[in-house]
């Protein structure tokens, strides 16, 4: 008795084995095609690359004559992806049969095989039925699913009128379900920030749409007053513009005649002293003319006080002109001798003029050869935009943030609007001078930041649209008779 129920046992465990080993088999080879798939979508830096590539791959894996992948936009199907095909037509009849095969699945949120099983539970076939019967294929259509979400659609076209069966069709959805979320992915990423904006409002529209959430939906509803009130409470306007820093006074050392530079005793960021020699022209020929004009000078005495001794009166005043000409002459070169020695006129820091490279170098009478400024004195300049100067008036008080000190904010008073206009970097700006309140330690002249001057009381609605609106007004102008 024992002996006979162990071979029932025995008969029936075989059977059972079996098609564990079966599923067992079928699971790897699912896993393998799963990898390849991933291996080739991932492979692809944009998201149509990576459609074509999936669909290649998944109808060289299966068999199929044609893939076909299709992705919902505004509400339907769009076809992205064809296999075997690099640049197809979407207003093809062929890319317009599939979306309308692909929305008959999506809307129904079920796969379709064509012709279908024995037993198969009735579904709409009516686009399906309509491409097999003009290729003589049959189809398979399984929906693309992520997040809960019918995202597009899959067609699958064989050749003869024998689609896979039940277990093709399990091995396809959960292949389709696993590379749906990559391909998602890969689609997100193309997409410019506007159409992920416009994807995330739809999306919230839809859920307060959707029953329920009515935390939400009350949040929303209570916070549309306090939006409002936000909205027109007035607050401080301020006008934003690029400023830098410039000296007080900006005095520049020029060359006093023509010549050659000999030396160069400092370079910009030195900090000089009043009467500091900063740089020194040559003055050879003046030392040669200098010598000249006294020569003359002596000679010409020589000959008055001769003049003179002799009682030629006529002699004697020719001769004394001409020694105060000579003397004047020698005056004039010796002055031009001390000028060839450019000194600081005050203390200060040299802002501009690198001379230590350019020593030999000939020089032109004008020339400027350093610009020097007060160290402990500054001016601020607001390059405040046209659009905006309107707003800006004398005695203003403002805010102004460095680039080199960005931790601290120093505040300022305008005290001089410029009436001129200057173009520069395509913008068209006014200068307004200000005067810091206090000067913390490690300011340079040159410094550039961002100013911003309290204008008015606005409300955040102005302040948020008013350039929108006065762009509008002026287009709207420009465009009128």
């Not at 084995?17 to 991932?42: G, I, M, P």
């Not at 410039?246 to 160069?264: I, N, S, T, Y």
């Not at 002293?273 to 002596?298: F, I, T």
């Not at 200068?431 to 204008?455: C, F, H, N, S």
Request: charged share 20%.
């Amino acid at each position: 008795m024992n002996a006979s129920a162990d071979r029932v046992r025995l008969s029936l465990a075989r059977p059972v084995a079996a098609a564990q080993e079966d599923t067992l088999a079928a699971a790897d080879v699912d896993a393998s095609r799963v990898l390849q798939l991933q291996a080739a979508v991932l492979a692809q830096p944009r998201f149509a690359s990576a459609a074509a590539a999936f669909v290649n791959a998944l109808a060289e894996l299966l068999g199929a004559r044609r893939a076909c992948l299709g992705w919902v936009e505004h509400g339907s199907a769009e076809i992205v992806a064809m296999s075997g095909e690099v640049d197809f037509q979407r207003n093809a009849e062929v890319c317009r049969a599939m979306a309308v095969a692909m929305d008959e699945a999506i809307e129904q949120g079920a796969s379709i095989t064509y012709p279908s099983p024995p037993g198969a539970r009735p579904r709409v076939t009516l686009a399906h039925g309509d491409i097999a019967r003009r290729s003589g294929s049959s189809l398979l259509t399984v929906p693309l699913v992520s997040g809960g979400r019918l995202i597009g659609a899959l067609t699958l076209e064989f050749r003869g009128d024998e689609p896979p069966g039940e277990q093709g069709l399990a091995s396809c959805e959960r292949m389709v379900c696993l590379i749906a979320p990559l391909l998602e992915l890969k689609r997100d990423a193309d997409l410019s920030w506007t159409a992920r904006l416009g994807l995330a409002s739809h999306s919230v529209r839809e859920q307060l749409a959707q029953p329920g959430h009515w935390r939400v939906k009350a949040g929303l509803l209570a916070s549309l007053p306090l939006a409002a009130v936000l909205c027109c409470w007035p607050v401080e306007y301020r006008v934003s513009a690029p400023a830098h820093l410039e000296g007080a006074v900006q005095r520049m050392l020029v060359a006093p005649a023509d010549g050659f530079l000999r030396d160069a005793n400092v370079k910009p960021g030195d900090q000089v002293k009043e009467g500091q020699v900063l740089a020194v022209l040559a003055d050879q020929d003046l030392e040669l003319e200098r010598r000249k004009w006294a020569s003359e000078q002596a000679q010409q005495e020589n000959n008055y006080l001769s003049a003179l001794a002799k009682g030629e009166r006529t002699q004697y005043v020719v001769n004394f002109g001409r020694a105060d000409a000579a003397r004047a002459q020698l005056e004039l070169v010796q002055q031009q001798i001390l000028r060839s020695r450019l000194r600081a006129p005050f203390d200060g820091v040299v802002i501009k003029g690198d001379l230590s490279q350019s020593l030999g170098a000939p020089v032109q009478r004008g020339d400027v050869l350093l610009t020097i400024a007060p160290a402990n004195a500054y001016r601020l300049i607001v390059e405040v935009d046209e659009r905006d100067i309107a707003d800006v008036r004398l005695g203003q008080q403002g805010a102004l943030a460095l680039a080199a000190l960005p931790h601290a904010t120093l505040d300022f008073r305008v005290v001089r609007v410029t009436p001129v206009a200057t173009a520069k970097d395509g913008r068209n700006f006014y200068e307004v001078e200000a005067q810091l309140d206090a000067t913390p330690a490690g300011m340079r002249p040159g410094l550039q930041g961002v100013a911003k001057i309290a204008a008015s009381q606005q409300s955040l609605a102005w302040i948020w649209t008013h350039r929108v609106a006065d762009w509008t007004r002026l287009a709207i102008w420009s465009l009128g008779s």
